[in-house]
């Protein structure tokens, strides 16, 4: 059996029991490590398991998922994702690769940003499309995101923004080279993806999304130092939600109820500047 | 410390480790027992903790929130909530009134059908705004859910339809006459939900909701009975995907990916009859 086992989003101990029990037992163990991170690393995991894991990047998974797969006919084999295992999308190929090979799959389930994001206070029903904001650079400037949140907030409807992730990541010049040289893992934080929001806003002269656009930066949820702000974007834009990951969420029309819930994490201009 | 603990979708052992540490050392443990449902019940609960539950049922959560939260600035009380703490809708108005008395929370996250729902192929991020199908009866046959679906497809999204759950619910004589019986427990199936959606579109004579429209039904999904089927509505409106809980996905525009990833739940017509 193939085991897709979720990690959940904080530390060690957010696996399952369920999880934990088949990691015991597992015949080889992959840590997927590029999509998203915990609070802690391999090793503090190796020492909570009590087990060795294999670091799956994104060569190995996505070029070589065949050798992940091998001997999972006949016995355990598992692979860890942070957060739920369908929250990522490079999983997919793994799975669709199992199923052409006839190779039986399970799925341990775990707490994901998709869902967990509904601790800022709004109602997860009332949210549109989720959209991806990626970190502009070297003259790439994407603007799709910025249509989606629109078509969101135009409906009434909110939008959970994932921020980007640049993990393990060669430079032109290694890549061209051959060199397995990588990048120091980079994040795109809320006050970031707001400039590139008004940078958009302000170049279409489009008034949706404005500096006086209410939003909520979340960081680290799920972690011990989770922190929740809310406020006007120009407000957020100037404020440092510390370490990754952040996620931006723009809310579309809320209901009285979600105002009084997300009110509890308003920041005031002395904080916030 | 006040915590709310998630549950996630399967059995006893999907807890994650973090919950359970909390529950074994908390001095009251609510159990919510009313807007989902695990395959065990309280004492297999209560015999895997090695702790006593108190069963919170609709009553005791939406009226009687302070004596839940009693005590809980100074000691530990937990409640369990099936799924993420967050994916029902009733449990932030016992979030609101912690904070409203400064009670400090925390939410242990867990796996919930809004991120789990991506084990049928299709990616989370193409999902449009989540959709609740209710039952029809009495003479109360609402529709409001048909329209979001549609707006939905149209733009190209998918959509997750949860469907309608009457647990502990009073036939109209009992409440009136004040008597605490409660009916037994009554879940819509796919196969029922959607014979009321083509009932809508028939009546409408729209035509994007039709027999021939496809769609995924999904059952139990993180028990070990998990059942996923694809197939034209026609199709699945006769496949009874057996026990409780079932929910619908309608998917928009399909990428290759996720066409060659829901095909292995295709049923064919001999299946399905």
Redesign the interface.
């Given at each position: 059996m193939f085991y897709f086992i979720?990690l959940?989003?904080?530390?060690?101990?957010?696996?399952?029991?369920?999880g934990?029990?088949i990691i015991k037992k597992a015949e080889r163990i992959y840590l997927e490590a590029y999509t998203s991170i915990l609070t802690v690393g391999k090793v503090e995991l190796e020492q909570f398991y009590g087990r060795d894991l294999i670091v799956a990047d994104r060569q190995l998974v996505e070029q070589d998922a065949d050798s992940i797969l091998d001997g999972s006919d006949v016995k355990d084999v598992a692979i860890l994702i942070v957060?739920?295992?369908?929250?990522a999308?490079t999983h997919?190929?793994l799975?669709?690769r199992a199923?052409e090979r006839g190779i039986k799959c399970k799925?341990i389930?775990?707490?994901?940003i998709?869902?967990?994001?509904?601790?800022c206070?709004l109602?997860?029903?009332?949210?549109?499309?989720?959209v991806?904001i990626v970190m502009w650079e070297d003259g790439w400037y994407p603007e799709s995101f910025y249509d989606k949140i629109v078509?969101n907030k135009t409906?009434g409807?909110h939008t959970l923004c994932l921020l980007d992730i640049k993990m393990k990541e060669q430079s032109v010049e290694n890549m061209m080279k051959g060199n397995k040289i990588y990048e120091p893992p980079r994040f795109l934080k809320c006050k970031d993806a707001i400039t590139q929001l008004l940078t958009i806003s302000e170049k279409r002269k489009d008034t949706v999304l404005n500096p006086d656009t209410f939003c909520i930066g979340l960081a680290r949820?799920?972690w011990d130092s989770q922190k929740i702000v809310a406020g006007t974007m120009s407000l957020l834009q100037n404020f440092d939600l510390g370490p990754p990951i952040h996620s931006l969420v723009i809310p579309g029309k809320m209901h009285f109820?979600e105002e009084?819930?997300v009110k509890?994490f308003a920041v005031n201009t002395d904080v916030s500047t």
């Open positions: 979720g959940g989003l904080g530390d060690a101990k957010d696996i399952t029991v369920k934990l029990e957060g739920d295992p369908f929250g999308t997919t190929d799975f669709a199923a799925v389930h775990n707490a994901s998709l869902s967990a994001a509904g601790c206070g109602q997860l029903y009332n949210f549109g499309e989720t991806s078509g409906r409807l949820i799920g109820l009084e819930l509890q």
